[in-house]
Nanobody, 124 residues
């Protein structure tokens, strides 16, 4: 079992930045690929970014490429999502998830563990 917590989130103005941590506990964190997903009100959950177990590979949704960056610190069991140049369209609940597949994973169904989510609101 892996427990995931996303303690960040909050309200930020358009054009601003926010850094979301995903803290993990339980089984060996470095065995898992980690992904970020988000869900806006009334919409389906969508893929945002993913990072492989080693941190050597990443992938991003087209909508966030060039603005968001995912990184991990396996020694601290933490993954970070740095979000820059935020727009109101980035508003939603952000979830981190862990996949036993270890490589970059973009499909929600391939993730085994999920955090509770954290609200990110970008005001215009």
């Amino acid at each position: 079992q892996v427990q995931l917590v996303e303690p960040g989130g909050g309200l930020v103005q358009a054009g601003g930045s926010l850094r979301l941590p995903c803290a993990a506990s339980g089984r060996t964190f470095s065995n898992y690929a980690i992904g970020w997903f988000r869900q806006a009100s009334g919409q389906e959950r969508e893929f945002v970014a993913t990072i492989s177990w080693s941190g050597g590979s990443t992938d991003y949704a087209d909508s966030v490429k060039g603005r968001f960056a995912i990184s991990r610190d396996n020694a601290k069991n933490t993954v970070f999502l740095q979000m820059d140049s935020l727009t109101p369209e980035d508003t939603g609940v952000y979830y981190c998830a862990a996949s036993l597949l270890s490589v970059v994973v973009t499909m929600a169904n391939d993730y085994d563990y999920w955090g509770q989510g954290t609200q990110v609101t970008v005001s215009s």
